[in-house]
Structures are given as C-alpha cells and as structure tokens.
C-alpha cells in the first residue's frame, strides 16, 4: 500500500497570501489528522477529519480550516499568512471507524512552508 | 486541557548502552500513550504504544512503562545502536473524546544521540 502523500513539499509564501495544502491518506483510511510542527512548539493537533466531517479541534485560530472529500483525502487552508505559520504541516491517516478512538496514526513526509 | 512534559530534552548515550526518556502529564483522564521516533527529515514513525490497563510492554529492545498514579509513562531503549539515533516524542491522548476520534498532545521531543 502507498504511504500518506502530501504535497506539495516546500512552499514558499508572503505574509497576507494564502495557501492550501494536500494529504492523500493510506488507502482504505478514512481519518486524516492535521499537525503544525515547528522547533519551539513541537507537534501541535490542528484538526481531524472522518467522514467529510471535523471530528476534533485544536486550539488554532480560525485562519486555519480544513475540509475533507468522499474519497477521504483532505486539504488544508490557511487564510492570511502571518510569519509565525512558518512550520512543517503534517497530516496523518488511520483506518477510522464510528467512535473509535486512539488509533494507530501513519503520517505524512509533510509540507515545508515558509512565510516571508 | 492535556499537558505533558518530557526530560530530558537531548540525550546522548555510548552504543549499547541504555536510554530513557521520560513523560510526566496531569490529566488522569488520559489513558493512550504512544511513542513516535522522527529521523532527521523524516515523518514522525510510531514504535510503541500503551494503554492505561497496561504497566509495562515491550517490543525487541523498546519497552514503555507508564505508573497511572504519579502520572508518567518513559521509554526505554536497551543495547542502543547508532541507527537509534533521532528524535523521540512521547504523545497522549483519551477517550472521552465526543463521538471518538484521534487528537493527540505530543510532549516537545529528546534528541537521542548513540555514539560510537
């Protein structure tokens, strides 16, 4: 089976732009989780998808949003670039079923996106 | 909300040696913990999880052992090898999330260094 792909894999943006971002998940996944990765904060949870649904949030503002297709793959957007977005986003797949909950999470390569 | 805090924040160890890392959280509620190792560039890889009905697992030279009532859990790698080298993030999660689901708090890493 193909791994988690996300693309693209670098992007480089200007402050005030916005940008979207990829994840196609393990076939057969039906949840896709989002994670902001920098030096100084780690791996932080911005949101999950199953289902075309958001199941869970993190503590993001609303600039970051996300969505999710019938085909489980999912994107993320982030809406008026600050610097501090600077970060490695990476998304993670797990099989998702109805109420399940602490599943084995396979991530990502990440995208690399730079705000200047 | 969760917190977890991870000791220490770079290790370095002589090959064959023993290393490990340690997690502290606050939340009694939490009762998933996994472990993920991130290469240099790489994505984020589970190598061992537990749970809070759990003491102690163990795969091959990784075990974790969590103690529910101080509220820690650490990793323990025995007979370290140069290819152990790498970041390590401790991770928490529950199940009480409404409607289930997969949102994990990540502790901030430790740079795990195997010398030869």
């Known amino acids: 089976k193909a791994g988690v792909t996300q693309t693209p894999r670098y992007l480089i943006k200007t402050r005030g732009q916005q940008v979207t971002l990829s994840c196609s998940p393990i076939?057969?996944?039906?949840?896709v989780s989002w994670y902001q990765q920098t030096p100084g904060q780690g791996l932080q949870f911005l949101f999950e998808?199953?289902?075309?649904?958001?199941?869970n949030k993190g503590n993001f503002p609303g600039r970051f949003s996300g969505r999710q297709f019938s085909n489980s793959r999912s994107e993320m957007n982030v809406s008026t670039l600050e610097l501090g977005d600077s970060a490695l986003y990476l998304c993670?797949?797990?099989?998702?079923?109805?109420?399940?909950?602490?599943?084995?999470?396979?991530f990502g390569s990440g995208t690399q996106l730079s705000v200047l | 909300g969760e917190n977890v805090e991870q000791h220490p924040s770079t290790l370095s160890v002589q090959e064959g040696d023993s290393a490990v890392i340690k997690c502290t959280y606050s939340?009694?509620?939490?009762?998933?913990f996994p472990w993920y190792k991130q290469e240099l560039g790489k994505r984020p890889q589970l190598i061992i999880d537990?749970?809070?009905?759990?003491g102690e697992k163990k795969d091959q030279r990784i075990a974790v052992t969590l103690n529910k009532t101080a509220k820690h859990f650490s990793l323990h790698i025995t007979e370290t090898q140069p290819e152990d080298s790498a970041v390590y993030f401790c991770?928490?999660?529950?199940?009480?999330?409404?409607?289930?689901?997969?949102?994990?708090?990540f502790g901030t890493g430790t740079q795990l260094k195997v010398e030869l």
């Open positions: 993670a797949s797990s099989p998702g079923q109805v109420n399940s909950a602490n599943e084995k999470l396979f």
């Open positions: 076939s057969g996944h039906r949840s």
């Open positions: 998808y199953f289902s075309e649904t958001q199941r």
């Open positions: 939340d009694s509620a939490s009762n998933y």
């Open positions: 537990i749970r809070s009905n759990v």
């Open positions: 991770a928490l999660s529950w199940t009480g999330l409404t409607g289930g689901g997969n949102k994990l708090t």
